[in-house]
Nanobody
Framework: QLMESGGGSVEAGGSLRLSCLVE????????MGWFRQAPGKEREGIIV??????YAIDSVKGRFTISRNGARNTLYLDMNNLKPEDTGTYFC????????????????????WGQGTPVTVSS
């Protein structure tokens, strides 16, 4: 089970930290990432991380950072210099299989999902 928190409303240029508490699965040694769905749009993959590396879409590179705390079994997304186009519901996701990297088609989705947390960025 994945449970996101930390969403909210901020002005453009602001920052937020999203958290994803994971139960029943370890955050270590598996591909995990963050996806978002803007109002009226399809869900998109924005950043993933595994033992083999981190991959992010161009629009968040240099602004968003993914990290994990094994002791707390939690995945994080630090978002800086937020823009109105970052508005949406953010979902934590994980690959069920351990010890492999993120699949090449990771943007299509992973196996396990949280319920999402909303982020609103005002101009």
């Amino acid at each position: 089970q994945l449970m996101e928190s930390g969403g909210g409303s901020v002005e453009a240029g602001g920052s937020l930290r999203l958290s994803c508490l994971v139960e029943r699965y370890t955050v270590s040694n598996r591909c995990m990432g963050w996806f978002r769905q803007a109002p009226g749009k399809e869900r998109e993959g924005i950043i993933v991380d595994s033992n083999e590396g981190t991959y992010a879409i161009d629009s968040v590179k240099g602004r968003f950072t993914i990290s994990r705390n094994g002791a707390r079994n939690t995945l994080y997304l630090d978002m800086n210099n937020l823009k109105p186009e970052d508005t949406g519901t953010y979902f934590c996701a994980a690959l069920r299989t351990l010890w492999i990297g993120c699949p090449p088609n990771w943007k299509m989705g992973l196996d396990l999902w949280g319920q999402g947390t909303p982020v609103t960025v005002s101009s």
